[in-house]
Each structure stands twice: as C-alpha cells, then as structure tokens.
C-alpha cells in the first residue's frame, strides 16, 4: 500500500488521515491540519462509500439546516428579508452548481469519431475557462486550462473538451488533482497516451485570507506520452502562448 507522509500524518488506504499509532487525528492545533500542507489522497476526490445515498433533494435539506445554524452562529439576523432564504440558495448552489460534478451521473457523455483527415499533428484547445473551489477553504478558484492531444486514430469534439474541464472542476478541488483528472479522462477517452493538460488560476484562499497576495497565480501541468519529448511539449507551449 502507498503511504504519502509528512512527518505528521499518514494517507491510508480510502483516503483516510491516521496518526503513526493508527489512531484517527482530533483535536489538531490549526498550523497542523494536514490540509494547511497541501496534501492530496491522489487522482480520485476523496468521497465516502455512501456518498451517493441520499439524493439531491434531501442533501439540500441538510445543508440548508446546517447552513442556517452557521449564519445565526455568526449573529445574523435571519427574519430580514435580504437573508431569510439564504441558507436554502447556498444549499441549492453546493448541491445543483457548484459542486455538481462530485456526482457521476453528471459526467458528460463524450463523443469520440474517426480521425478521417488523419491529422497527426498537436491539436490544442487553450483558453478554457474554468472555475473551481478549493477543498481546504471552499473558496472559489477560477483561472484557464490549456489543452493538447496527438491523435492515435479518434478526436473528440471539441466542446466536450470543455465540458471535461468544467465537470472536473465543479467539485472541491486542489489543482494539482484536478490538472491529472483532466488528463486521465483525456486518455481514457481519445485512447492515447498523447495529453497535455496547463492550468493557470488563481485562488482566493491565498487573495483573499492568509497572506492576502492578490498578484499570484499558480500554473500546473501534466504531460504524457509524446509530450514528455522536450520538442512536442515545446511546440505545445508555443501554440497556447501565441496570441491569433
């Protein structure tokens, strides 16, 4: 079995946190919770055995209650007009919107066709829009993904490339996970090894708390096959560089 460690806590399987004792993690102080050292459990979003038993409906309920209890919590007063239906829009915006791609059933269905032209060069897709939330603080992410396949005999249409995008991305992310998500479903699909993935955001987890820096951004990238030949990536580079 994998183990990722980082001195404090250790990733077992089914993405659970566990201490050197086998112990489960409580009580941490706030500079200890693993999430602060941006760890991931790897390629799939972390998600309970149930977490597709209740539906949708019954989720929003609870959120709703739940969320109810953090505004009045905080002191807000909900009988004023402006907030007496806010705990149900934010339920309704986790479970139908924001967060709409933790559920596989909203997965996209992708369509695949003959490559009769025999194009053989780099097709790339750049400038998709994507908008994420962060999975340690729940604040949005929002940025551009660049895309580049090599076809081995079947190409895709184009606007599922950004349906792939924006079904990744609307579930609580890390950007390193969701840059090899795209690219693994790529793979999966086109059946080659011929991906590049570049994803450029900012996050307000890092503008808007913490160190407050609104200048920053944070690029990653994931090459496969052909890619990783330092010419094919190169060329890559260029084509979502050049401005048409």
Known sequence: MTQYTNGLTQLVSGGRFKNGNGSKLHNLKEEEY?????????????????????????????????????METLGLDLTDDSLRGTPHRVAKMFVKEIFYGLHPNNKPTISVFENK??????????????NSFCEHHFLPITGKAHI?????????????????VDYYSHRPQVQERLTVQIAAELKQV???????????????????????DESS????????????????????????????
């Open 34 to 70: 693993f999430g602060d050292n941006h760890i991931a459990s790897g390629i799939e979003t972390p998600l309970k055995p149930d977490a597709f038993v209740l539906d949708d409906q019954s989720k929003m309920e609870i959120i709703e209650h739940h969320f109810e209890q953090i």
């Open 217 to 244: 951004s944070t690029l990653t990238t994931e090459y496969s096959g052909a890619f990783n030949q330092d010419k094919i990536r190169q060329e890559f580079l260029r084509y979502v560089d050049h401005n048409i």
């Open 117 to 130: 032209f025999r194009y053989g060069q780099i097709l790339v897709e750049k400038n998709i829009r994507l």
């Open 148 to 164: 580049g396949y090599i076809s081995t005999g079947t190409v895709i249409g184009l606007s599922k490339i950004n349906r792939l």
């Open 190 to 212: 086109l059946k080659t090894e011929d991906v590049a993935v570049l994803i450029e955001a900012t996050h307000m987890c890092v503008s808007c708390r913490g160190i407050r």
